[in-house]
């Protein structure tokens, strides 16, 4: 049996970011317990020189986004960055879900071999579908998701492997 490009990037993806809103609820409800402002888990660090969770969490969504879009030939929806708390980002999750289940298998058949151009102010990369999804978008989305998880560990969210990883 073979694998899709499809079940191996949409399906994947949901799981994580779903997973991720959980474990904002998570940090809320402690957060609420130990005293914890909000404000400091959205603009949580883990080096000054680091981007805050906002910004991670709107990267995975970009990349999540970008992703399915690409591959499947269609334009992403558009979102601001704006979100600033933790509702607002657990809304932007589930606008993202939203859309990654709106895309069906059928939309990335060939999608292993459709070329995939990102433009950078440096210069263009090209990939075919397979490599893109595989050497680009999954890395840098499971590495955004991996620091938000990071930065709420890191403001003494107890949250573990478990939650990243969900039921």
Not at 109 to 127: I, T, Y
Not at 133 to 143: E, S, V
């Amino acid at each position: 049996m073979t694998v899709t490009i499809y079940e191996f990037t949409i399906p994947p993806m949901i799981r994580a970011l779903t997973n991720l809103s959980n474990i904002l609820d998570k940090a809320a409800a402690q957060a609420k317990e130990k005293d914890i402002p909000l404000a400091k888990l959205a603009e949580g660090r883990l080096y000054p020189d680091m981007h805050p969770l906002t910004f991670q969490i709107q990267t995975a969504s970009d990349t999540s986004k970008g992703c399915a879009a690409r591959l499947a030939g269609i334009a992403a929806p558009p979102m601001a960055d704006t979100e600033k708390t933790l509702p607002e980002l657990k809304e932007r999750i589930a606008k993202t879900v939203a859309f990654l289940e709106s895309v069906k298998p059928a939309q990335l058949s060939g999608a292993e071999d459709r070329e995939v151009v990102l433009k950078f102010p440096s210069g263009d990369m090209k990939f075919t579908g397979r490599d893109y999804a595989t050497g680009f978008a999954l890395p840098n989305f499971y590495f955004h998701v991996t620091i938000a998880y990071a930065i709420l560990r890191h403001n003494g969210i107890e949250i573990g492997k478990r939650d990243f990883l969900g039921a």
